[in-house]
């Protein structure tokens, strides 16, 4: 036992039993998505892949997301978010580690965090999103592109509906300029990520509008696929 679990003992996110973050009656409440589902209409779809109907020249390409945002995942979450308990997110990469094989996933060349405005970092301390994108990188092996930027800070998305989400969030993701210098044509800014297969990552999918307009920044710059994971589906 770790001498902090004297002081600040660790309490189940479900029911507040002493221990651990998850009991093993609360982990056995878990709902999970089963089968893979499309990014733009949330309907089954093999490998997570786009429907052809809902693909787009600045869409997502897929979707990756093991467990729906229901208690008690909705309730680690949130510990994450707003008390600063890092270690329930080893659970929830474990749950996509886990998940992976069910997708049809290219090999990607980034795996990038959904930024949070500086503002915002600044009042939290850290972003959720980069906690778990830097887990994944030492398991995969992926490098972690800190690339994209929000520029522009916005009202949170809960309670808003699908149409609200996607004026709220519109406008709101940059990529940051790339010196001259380190670019290969004269073009310059944006060559780091044109034909680069680029995973977004964020804790909780819901109407898909902030992976989406992050995904039309990369594509505008010439990404290549650009898929979602997260670690709950809303």
Same mark, same amino acid.
């Given at each position: 036992?770790?001498?902090?679990?004297?002081?600040?003992?660790?309490?189940?996110?479900?029911?507040?039993?002493?221990?651990?973050?998850?009991?093993?009656?609360?982990?056995?409440?878990?709902?999970?998505?089963?089968?893979?589902?499309?990014?733009?209409?949330?309907?089954?779809?093999?490998?997570?892949?786009?429907? =052809?109907?809902?693909?787009?020249?600045?869409?997502?390409?897929?979707?990756?997301? =093991?467990?729906?945002?229901?208690?008690?995942?909705?309730?680690?979450?949130?510990?994450?978010?707003?008390?600063?308990?890092?270690?329930?997110?080893?659970?929830?990469?474990?749950?996509?580690?886990?998940?992976?094989?069910?997708?049809?996933?290219?090999?990607?060349?980034?795996?990038?965090?959904?930024?949070?405005?500086?503002?915002?970092?600044?009042?939290?301390?850290?972003?959720?999103?980069?906690?778990?994108?830097?887990?994944?990188?030492?398991?995969?092996?992926?490098?972690?592109?800190?690339?994209?930027?929000?520029?522009?800070?916005?009202?949170?998305?809960?309670?808003?509906?699908?149409?609200?989400?996607?004026?709220?969030?519109?406008?709101?993701?940059?990529?940051?300029?790339?010196?001259?210098?380190?670019?290969?044509?004269?073009?310059?800014?944006?060559?780091?990520?044109?034909?680069?297969?680029?995973?977004?990552?964020?804790?909780?999918?819901?109407?898909?509008?902030?992976?989406?307009?992050?995904?039309?920044?990369?594509?505008?710059?010439?990404?290549?696929?650009?898929?979602?994971?997260?670690?709950?589906?809303?």
């Amino acid at each position: 036992m770790d001498i902090l679990d004297l002081f600040f003992p660790k309490k189940c996110v479900g029911c507040q039993r002493t221990g651990s973050y998850l009991c093993k009656i609360c982990f056995s409440k878990i709902s999970y998505v089963e089968k893979p589902v499309c990014p733009v209409c949330q309907r089954q779809a093999v490998g997570g892949k786009t429907h =052809p109907g809902c693909r787009g020249k600045l869409r997502l390409d897929g979707l990756i997301v =093991p467990l729906k945002y229901k208690w008690p995942i909705d309730a680690a979450i949130k510990k994450i978010k707003y008390r600063w308990i890092y270690t329930i997110e080893e659970i929830l990469v474990l749950f996509i580690v886990r998940d992976f094989w069910k997708s049809d996933a290219p090999v990607f060349d980034l795996l990038m965090p959904i930024p949070l405005h500086a503002k915002r970092k600044r009042w939290r301390g850290f972003n959720q999103a980069e906690i778990i994108v830097n887990d994944l990188a030492g398991r995969f092996g992926v490098k972690v592109g800190n690339q994209l930027v929000r520029v522009r800070e916005t009202k949170t998305q809960v309670g808003l509906t699908k149409d609200e989400r996607k004026r709220n969030i519109s406008g709101a993701f940059s990529l940051c300029p790339v010196p001259f210098e380190r670019t290969q044509d004269k073009q310059g800014k944006l060559s780091d990520v044109r034909g680069k297969n680029i995973l977004l990552v964020d804790d909780v999918y819901t109407t898909g509008a902030t992976m989406g307009e992050a995904c039309k920044v990369l594509k505008k710059a010439g990404a290549g696929e650009v898929w979602a994971l997260c670690a709950a589906l809303g």
